[in-house]
Antibody, heavy 125, light 106 residues
């Protein structure tokens, strides 16, 4: 059974870069056609998709965050990472990593079927 | 971006009730909608994908329907463990979520 676990600093200073890692256990990330995503949740904006990276290459980012976001995968460690630069208080949220599955039946469907427990990140000086 | 509007924002129900939550999208998205359940302090869990398909782990009392711009999540025979917040999500990039519907005990 696949499990995901986020890790990283819980406090980041304004204007700095937020860096989080998601460790994937129970199955190699390279097995199957999955995308690896980051989502965040704040009281003010609800659930917000940040971006995804396809195991076979290619990334998509939320246009509202695209200029500040980088997602990368390290298959040797079976983990993927999020970097969000120039953070402000508005980036304070619970950050989740998730596995995004794809289903091809009369179209290509995507859904997040496995989630990490989430990690709280506060942006404050 | 495609906007999703859920209604109601909250509702009170009793064990055994049938509950229906609506999700309306700002443009036609065929059936590219997923539904998630979230309990306090926990991550969302997948209930329904592709509008009406359900993962093996999801209880059969949950069902989804709709296409185009109007979608529904129905819970039949509401159980105590179903008191939670429910979110719809559209799966055309960029992925967006509804604002959530909180189901609590009457």
């Amino acid at each position: 059974q696949v499990q995901l676990q986020e890790s990283g600093p819980g406090l980041v200073k304004p204007s700095e870069t937020l860096s989080l890692t998601c460790n994937v256990s129970g199955r190699p990330m390279t097995r199957g056609s999955y995308h690896w995503s980051w989502i965040r949740q704040s009281a003010g904006k609800g659930l917000e998709w940040i971006g995804r990276m396809y195991i076979r290459g290619g990334t998509n980012y939320n246009p509202s965050l695209k200029s500040r976001v980088t997602i990368s995968i390290d298959t040797s460690k079976n983990q993927f990472s999020l970097k969000l630069s120039s953070v402000t208080a508005a980036d304070t949220a619970v950050y989740y990593c998730a596995r995004m599955a794809e289903l091809g039946i009369k179209g290509l469907y995507y859904y997040m079927d496995v989630w990490g427990k989430g990690t709280t990140v506060t942006v404050s000086s | 971006d495609i906007q999703l509007t859920q209604s109601p924002s909250s509702l009170s129900a009793s064990v055994g009730d049938r509950v229906t939550i609506s999700c309306r999208t700002s443009q036609d998205i065929n059936n590219y909608v997923n539904w998630y359940q979230q309990k306090p302090g926990k991550p969302p869990t997948l209930l329904i994908y592709a509008a009406s398909l359900f993962p093996s782990a999801a209880p059969s009392r949950f069902s989804g329907g709709g296409s185009g711009t109007d979608f529904t999540l129905t819970i039949t025979n509401l159980q105590t463990e179903d008191f939670a917040t429910y979110y719809c999500q559209q799966s055309s990039s960029p992925w967006t979520f509804g604002q959530g519907t909180k189901v609590d005990i009457k």
